[in-house]
């Protein structure tokens, strides 16, 4: 019975890290998306080209995360000259809040995960190797799953 428990507590520990990364996806993919009237607005006075970045680069976290912020760097030179009105510094705090606030979730979603599947793997007595075998399985199926949704979604 005991080992069933752990089971039960390691699948529940890996939903508290996908359902959260799959709401957060889905929350800010939708705010950023509703920018599109504002970056059309301004448009024409971008100076350098702006690429989206891929969702696939999720496969990579930390490199999304340089990619996104290098961007953002970009948009602030583009967009240097541009005075934005109090609403849109409204949305962007409310988004920038948001995205915090889904990291940390998401975060510790993930960090207990990691623990209640050592805890699984050291019960059965399966070995480091295994462990960190099911922690990539997991938290790539997890994000390949929210990539495919949000995808979905948005076609």
Known sequence: MT???LVIETIGAWLLFAAPLLQATTELHEEVTGWEAIRKRFYTSTKIAIKQISLWWWLL????IILERRKISKIK?????IILSDDTHKALR???LKANGW???TLGGWLVAIS???????????????????LLLLTYTSILFTIKLIKKASH
Do not use: C, H
């Not at 976290?61 to 999304?64: D, I, N, R, S």
């Not at 805890?119 to 480091?128: A, H, P, S, T």
């Open 77 to 81: 030179q583009a967009y240097a000259d």
């Open 94 to 96: 409310r988004f920038s």
């Open 61 to 64: 976290p930390p490199v999304k």
């Open 103 to 105: 990291i940390g979730v």
């Open 116 to 134: 209640t599947t050592w805890e699984l793997v050291e019960k059965v007595e399966l070995g480091i190797k295994t462990w960190v075998f099911l």
């Open 3 to 5: 080992f069933l428990i």
